[in-house]
């Protein structure tokens, strides 16, 4: 472990490429820290005799002879294994150590998945160059497939949190929604509605890069991705100058499965379940300067629905009174596929090229039944059948050169157009009392057809300035083609034909066009204290058109500077770190919150967008520490968040008893919150790692215009999960039992506490999930028995609303309990490459909306 603590130490200084679409590292490897970020500070080490004297090298891989990235190297006495001086290799291999006394010594350098090399060096008052160090891998060949090492499952880095989500067994045959509840800080309820830090104000990207996959609704987006396909997830709470203005909450990055290893390999995977059923494929070649990766996948998942709601509204005595009591059920049949393909080619070390396309298909349909009784309305009931399809594809390139001779010094330019396409269909049948067959009192039917184009235009400089400085400056351009077809038909007798309603009819189209340019300034004070200075200027153009009705066009235009600043600081002992951060976001509405069509299906529950919405601001500060202890990752971090011009759900009871949901910039709201996780290995065998957040919410509405009365609501929640991990023994380990080797057991539990919000609040919620998993066929396969939420069939999502009009509880009976049989298997041979660096365009500047599903229908 003691050859992990420089470059964990390392890359955890360093910030990572905002903008770079960094390929995955080699199992066992840290990932590469940014191009540009301030060179780390040395450890605090024994105090080393000083002189003129200056040792030069270059640490390559010994089978492949190309450069070994931030390889760890230390300057030992002739007689001693305590290291007098160190620093890291850049992304070329290269390192300096300056500053020598005279004298012998000897060099050791080291790295994760090789092994050590040492060798004598005499340093003399001038250079000496030792020439190439080579390193040779310590991977282990288990049948055809390359295997280097194993990462932790989470490691933390200043800035972010990265999941290693192929390491967690339980995630096998699952989908995204399933990973991401197990990443720290990321709460996911059983809506599959994904929050950050107690905000659903969250970013979420794939491969770095935003993606129409997620363009209408990320809850929909987390149950296409297969979770076999995921690597990692990295959480940023704090994104440098160099991303586009991401808010309240932060980052997520979903990193899918790509290798950059020679020769042809892939895998097959299937899995069958009470919830959700999946099969997928992978094939990834490379040959020399060329490289493809491709997967596809498809699903279906299956589930009932049962709910009920009680209203009561303020009668003119001030007393609350029922009016309303509604009672549901229902089942739902969704399914699609997802697939990806990926060129890149390197004509030459300073030049990369990438070309990649995603795409998904996604379809559910439902049959729901509801009773209505209103007060002094006779009760009646409603047979629903909805039907929701989307298709999104992103297709994007890139170009990076970097500089011989010039560490560091690269340029980009990079372009992606995204495009998504969804349609809403309803149909209802309305009866008298609690009927759904026979005489219809009522009919209606209604289409939204909604699309979304996106086309993206950026390039970005590194120069360092010196070895402690770097420059990064850039430019970026945004284009947004937003529409919503919306159409409702009637018939108010129920046995004629449907109607269109002009006045609940309309085409709705919202240009967004987005300018920006960015400077970022990384330097180091001292050894110990590193800082990095930026801002990004950003200017947004807006127009909205309605194709009838008053005031049909609008308009909107605004500049903003938004600041960013961090501080680190790196102690005494080795892998200690201490960041300081502040950022200024603004977040763009996207069409889930802007689209004006009107959900009707439920008529006494209706909600629908609005597009005369503006930006919310929001300033953030964070203060994070981390450590490593014999094997123990610490990381504790507290933070403030304060947004104005929040946009908040409204919801009123008009004047004919319907509620009505919606958006307003009406809020202001603020969090205070203090995060941990740790990781430990009680024995060699055991993995233990958890996470828990407790943070202060205050929410508050000055003035809420549609009810003419002020809100504010305030509490204290909290959020926790613990993962345990055991392996038996590994497959080659011919000591053990032959049922123990490549046997797994896992288990993943966590707890959310009830929700704030601005009208009310949602009660808690649990989930946990069991795995067990037996590596096959000399280890090319796995079988993996999971359950998920097994003691009990469903979970009780219930929100109560408190306004001065009127009080609501709701109850969403939602099926959680799952059993799943998955197996994959693996294919193909493979030997190490170097990793490129290649950039990826990352558009995070929109707040998003949670499911499309009976909201907007985006």
């Known amino acids: 472990m003691k050859n992990l603590y420089l470059p964990l130490y390392l890359s955890g200084l360093l910030t990572l490429p905002a903008l770079a679409q960094t390929p995955a590292a080699p199992a066992g490897q840290r990932p590469p820290a940014a191009p540009g970020s ?70 050791q350098v080291t790295f994760v998945g090789y092994g050590a090399q040492v060798q004598n060096v005499t340093v003399t008052d001038g250079t000496v160059d030792v020439g190439s160090v080579l390193l040779t891998s310590t991977a282990q060949k288990l049948g055809e497939v390359t295997v280097t090492g194993e990462r932790d499952m989470v490691e933390t880095k200043p800035d972010r949190i990265v999941y290693n989500a192929d390491r967690d067994l339980t995630n096998t045959g699952g989908t995204a929604a399933d990973v991401l509840r197990k990443v720290p800080l990321v709460n996911v309820d059983p809506d599959g509605n994904v929050e950050l830090r107690g905000t659903s104000n969250v970013r979420v990207l794939i491969n770095n890069k935003p993606s129409g996959i997620v363009a209408s609704s990320v809850a929909d987006a987390m149950k296409q991705i297969p979770a076999d396909q995921i690597k990692t997830v990295e959480v940023i709470t704090t994104p440098s100058a160099k991303y586009d203005a991401e808010g309240t909450g932060g980052i997520i990055n979903i990193t899918l499965k790509k290798n950059n290893l020679e020769g042809t390999n892939g895998s097959l995977g299937v899995a069958g379940g009470t919830r959700s059923s999946n099969a997928n494929a992978s094939l990834n070649v490379r040959r020399g300067k060329i490289g493809i990766n491709s997967s596809a996948s498809g699903f279906m998942f299956y589930s009932p629905n049962r709910n009920d709601l009680t209203r009561s509204v303020r009668d003119e005595q001030g007393l609350f009174e029922q009016s309303l009591r509604q009672e549901g059920d229902g089942f739902t049949l969704g399914g699609g596929g997802f697939g990806r393909l990926g060129f890149d080619f390197d004509p030459n070390k300073y030049n990369n090229l990438n070309l990649s396309v995603q795409g998904s298909l996604f379809r559910n349909k439902g049959d729901y039944d509801q009773f209505n009784q209103l007060a002094n309305i006779p009760a009646f009931t409603r047979a629903t059948d909805r039907n929701f399809r989307t298709q999104s594809y992103d297709v994007s390139g890139s170009y990076t050169r970097t500089f011989e001779g010039k560490p560091k010094r690269e340029w980009s330019l990079l372009g992606q157009h995204t495009r998504n396409r969804n349609t809403q269909r309803y149909d ?59 159409d409702v038909q009637t018939d108010p007798t129920g046995n004629s034909q449907l109607v269109r309603s002009a006045e609940r009819s309309n085409t709705f189209d919202y240009d967004q066009n987005v300018l920006a340019a960015y400077a970022t300034y990384g ?76 959900n009707a299906s439920d008529s006494l529950n209706i909600s629908y967008g609005n597009p005369r919405l503006n930006p919310e601001f929001t300033d953030s500060y964070e203060l994070n520490y981390t450590t490593f202890i014999k094997g123990t990752v610490l990381n504790g971090s507290a933070y403030v968040r304060r947004t104005g011009n929040a946009i908040e759900t409204v919801r009123f009871v008009d004047e004919n008893g319907v509620q009505n949901q919606t958006f307003r910039n009406i809020g202001r709201n603020a969090t205070y919150g203090v995060s941990l996780f740790g990781s430990v290995k009680p024995v060699p065998k055991w993995d233990l790692s958890g996470n828990l957040n407790f943070y202060y919410v205050t929410l508050r509405s000055p003035a809420l215009d549609l009810t003419g009365a ?131 365009i990352q558009n995070d500047d929109t707040k998003q909306g949670e499911s499309g599903q009976g909201q907007q229908g985006n």
Not at 461 to 481: C, D, F, M, N
Not at 576 to 595: D, E
């Open 428 to 486: 209802l049948d309305q009866f008298p009392g609690r009927a759904t067959e026979g005489e219809r009192s009522y009919r209606e039917g209604s289409d939204n057809l909604s699309r979304n184009l996106e086309t993206t235009l950026q390039t970005d400089y590194t120069h360092p300035l010196s070895e402690t400085a770097t420059l990064e400056a850039g430019a970026k351009g945004i284009l947004r083609r937003v529409s919503s077809d919306y």
């Open 38 to 107: 301030a060179p780390a500070p040395r450890l605090s080490l024994p105090e080393a005799p000083k002189g003129n004297g200056r040792l030069t090298g270059a640490v390559l891989d010994a089978a492949t002879k190309k450069p070994v990235e931030f390889a760890t190297v230390a300057l030992l006495p002739a007689d001693s294994e305590r290291p007098i001086d160190g620093t890291a290799a850049d992304e070329r291999g290269r390192f300096v150590l300056k500053g020598l006394a005279a004298g012998a010594y000897r060099l």
């Open 710 to 840: 002020a809100l504010d609501n305030s509490g204290l929640m909290y959020n926790l999960n613990l993962n345990s991990s055991y392996k038996f023994a590994k497959f080659d380990d011919a000591e053990a039992a032959s049922w123990q080797r490549g046997l797994a057991l896992q288990f993943f539990g966590g707890l959310n506490s009830p929700r704030i919000q601005l009208q009310g609040r949602q009660a808690a919620w649990t989930f946990y999930s069991v795995g067990l998993r037996k590596s096959l066929l000399q280890d090319k396969a796995d079988l993996t028995l999971s359950a998920d939420n097994f003691l009990r069939a469903t979970r009780n999502l219930n929100t109560i609303l408190e306004t001065p009009q009127f009080t609501q509880e709701s109850n969403n009976y939602i099926y959680m309990r799952g059993v799943r049989l998955a197996f994959n298997y693996r294919f193909g041979k493979m030997s190490a490459q170097p990793q490129k660096r290649r950039k990826g």
């Open 523 to 598: 330097f180091s004070l001292s050894k110990k204290v590193s800082t990095r200075l930026g801002a990004r200027l950003e200017h947004t153009d807006i127009e909205g058109r309605f194709q009838q009705g008053e005031a049909s066009t609008f308009t909107q235009n605004y500049t903003n500077l938004l600041p960013n600043v961090s501080l680190s600081y790196q102690p005494g002992k080795p892998g200690q770190t201490v960041r300081l951060a502040y950022s200024r976001r603004i977040q763009r509405p996207q069409i889930f919150y802007l689209n004006p069509f009107v």
